[in-house]
């Protein structure tokens, strides 16, 4: 990876960050590791999604679009595929592919630095991907998938909560400007 | 080459990786009919372009079928409409001379069973003139032998005789005209009186004695006393009988069809003939002379 630089947008700069060579790759890998793990070790963990929280945070991260949906795409179909025969590759796939791209976009234009901004997006974006989910399940599937409720409300601030954390985290393998 | 802003770059690429999972969703995923979901897509996708080729191409079809391949049916009909009414007229033609074929065969056929008869064809090419007399004109005259009062035949029987011959045509008196006459007798009783024609189809037989029995539909032959007709050709046949003072009125159906001649034979010959009996008509097997046949006058009139 190369050297951070600054994205010139109207008035504002944003800077685009690079990261430790193969730490998008390793920390990809970890979190589906620890998504298929954790869950077995710790009830309620199935709530989070750390998949989901990683491509957000490269996709705010990064601030390339296509860089973006890529990696949300590649890590969707690699949540997919460990899934098991009942989830089809491409549910996650799609979802992830559609949030890196929103992540990446918002990312190129608002300063999503501020833990409170990264709670708030965080927190969005799980709304919207587990909406995708649904959408891709209730259309393609043809399975009956609730909108909206509770738990999933818990669990969008409880992703949202652990994102600031892990997300400070993930700020260390960035190359320093 | 279509160039894609940069801005728009993502957006294409977020939409072409999308459709790509969609469509690997959809090559996963299977309905309750069993088939995948990627097969419902396209065959729901690639049907109404099916459809609207199959409509189009029937379309199409018919189009050319109804309008552009029948540009020349209206020449082509004309065509065979002249085909047709000159293979009908060719029919006729043909039919005509199968016709004429099958006549001059039983001309040929009687010729040949009488070849010590001299005699020769003609074609009938004309008919009377008028109503005053029943006559018919042959192709053949003087150069082929005919003369004045030689006796015209048709194997069905005695048609008349030649009462004017030229180079190349000749003119023939009908039976049934009434200044014509045969020298005739009824195959059975031998019983000998001369016919003749009255104006009318059916001609007249003179001088039978009241006495004498005849029934109708006897046959009538020639007698041969008239030094035209050699004996035994058939004459006719008794239509109908009344008696009359001191003869009965006989009436004599022609066994020629004299309405309908197109061809006949004519007689070479002016002396008197013999038929050959071994092949002549019916008549002539119980033709034998009777005592009293004798007592009718003479057959033809001058």
């Known amino acids: 990876m190369n050297d951070a630089f600054d994205l010139r947008i109207g008035e504002t700069h944003i800077e685009v960050h690079k990261f430790r060579a193969g730490a998008i790759l390793i920390v990809t890998l970890l979190a589906l590791v620890m998504q298929a793990w954790v869950p077995l070790r710790l009830p309620g963990a199935g709530l989070l999604d750390l998949p989901l929280l990683v491509t957000i945070y490269f996709g705010l991260s990064r601030r390339n679009p296509s860089t973006g949906l890529l990696l949300g795409m590649a890590i969707g179909l690699l949540q997919d595929s460990l899934s098991g025969p009942t989830v089809p590759l491409g549910l996650y796939g799609i979802a992830k592919t559609i949030i890196g791209y929103l992540a990446s976009s918002i990312g190129a234009r608002l300063d999503t630095e501020h833990p409170a901004a990264r709670f708030a997006l965080t927190a969005a974006f799980f709304v919207i991907h587990q909406a995708v989910i649904v959408l891709t399940r209730r259309i393609l599937l043809a399975q009956p998938e609730p909108w909206f409720n509770l738990h999933l409300l818990a669990a969008a601030f409880l992703n949202a909560f652990l994102a600031v954390l892990i997300f400070l985290l993930l700020d260390r393998l960035r190359r320093p400007s | 080459m279509v160039t894609i802003p940069s801005r728009h770059k993502s957006l294409v690429l977020l939409a072409g990786v999308i459709v790509l ?218 239509a109908e009988i009344k008696p009359g003072n001191p003869f009965k009125q006989i009436r004599v159906k022609p066994a020629a069809n004299l309405e309908k001649l197109e061809e006949v034979l004519v007689l070479l010959t002016l002396h008197p003939l013999e038929m050959s009996k071994d092949n002549n008509s019916a008549s002539s097997a119980s033709a034998q002379p009777t005592p009293d046949a004798t007592h009718a006058p003479s057959a033809a009139k001058p």
Do not use: C
């Not at chain 2, 016919?195 to 029995?213: Q, W």
């Open chain 2, 21 to 238: 999972q969609v469509l690997l969703l959809a090559v996963q995923i299977k309905r309750d009919s069993q088939g995948r979901l990627i097969r419902s897509w396209t065959v729901s996708m690639v049907s109404p372009f099916e459809r609207a080729g199959s409509y189009g191409y029937g379309w199409f079809r018919g189009l050319w079928r109804n309008y552009f391949a029948l540009r020349g049916a209206r020449e082509d009909n004309d065509d065979l409409r002249r085909e047709n009414n000159d293979l009908k007229l060719r029919i006729a033609q043909l039919q005509g001379k199968a016709a004429e074929a099958d006549r001059l065969a039983v001309l040929l056929s009687f010729r040949q069973a009488h070849g010590n008869v001299p005699m020769v064809a003609a074609r009938v090419i004309g008919g009377s003139p008028g109503a005053a007399s029943l006559t018919i004109e042959l192709d053949r005259g003087e150069h082929d032998g005919i003369h004045k009062n030689m006796g015209v035949i048709t194997p069905d029987g005695v048609v008349g005789k030649v009462i004017e011959a030229y180079p190349n045509t000749a003119q023939v008196l009908l039976l049934t005209d009434k200044e014509s006459g045969v020298g005739a007798m009824l195959a059975d009783s031998r019983i000998q009186s001369p016919v003749g024609g009255v104006g009318e189809p059916l001609i007249s037989m003179k001088y039978v004695p009241n006495d004498d029995t005849v029934n109708v539909g006897d046959r009538v032959i020639t007698s041969g006393m008239d030094r035209i007709f050699p004996r035994d050709l058939p004459v006719g046949t008794i």
